[in-house]
């Protein structure tokens, strides 16, 4: 019970430092300094590891394509449920633990939608001749959210224990370039990858809280 109600401290605190972080990156600090007029909160910060980083073509790329990695985790895990499906034929007789992998993966995807809709605001530099939305950065966000769940999971899922210390730390040096490699390619300011972190730190406690009531 007590481990139950840490854990829900964490989701808690972990959850107001993610909203506070980002009300005050939309508000503290406010000016011009993005591409097409952008206004960038805590402006003073981002503009200047912004002139010291700037853009990156060869970071941008590796995190690019390093970040489709993650999602072969997601295959992963998504082959094995199905298949526990498809032998059981009862949704009740799939690893619970998939069940809710599955459905922290889908929480992902509309955290995805909702920072794409809700404009906190946008890249330091236009991609494609674009202005993106650039917060949290979503590299940053699927990188930690997926590679952490894993790392949480892998043991039940990957029997030899030398394949699974050699998958986790192939999973920890992903989740590490794609995170530092996002910040030093340029495309995003340094306020969002820190709200990608507290983002992702709220969405893995609020998993760690759900795998542990089941």
Known sequence: MKRKNKS??????????????????????????GPMMSKVGFSTINNYFHNLIGYNDIWYKITKYLGLLPFLLVAYYGINGLMQLVKSKSLKKVDKRLIILGCFYILIGLCYI?????IINYRPIMLEGVLEASYPSSHTVLAITICASSLLISKYYFANKNINKLVNIITWLIMIVIVVGRLLSGVHWFTD??????????????????????
């Open 8 to 33: 829900l401290i964490l989701v808690i605190i972990t959850f107001i430092l993610a909203l506070l972080y980002t009300v005050i990156v939309k508000t503290v600090d406010v000016n011009v300094i």
């Open 193 to 214: 990858i820190i709200g990608g972190i507290l983002i992702s730190n709220f969405l893995i406690a609020l998993y760690m809280y759900t795998n542990e009531r089941v």
């Open 114 to 118: 909702f920072f794409e809709k809700v």
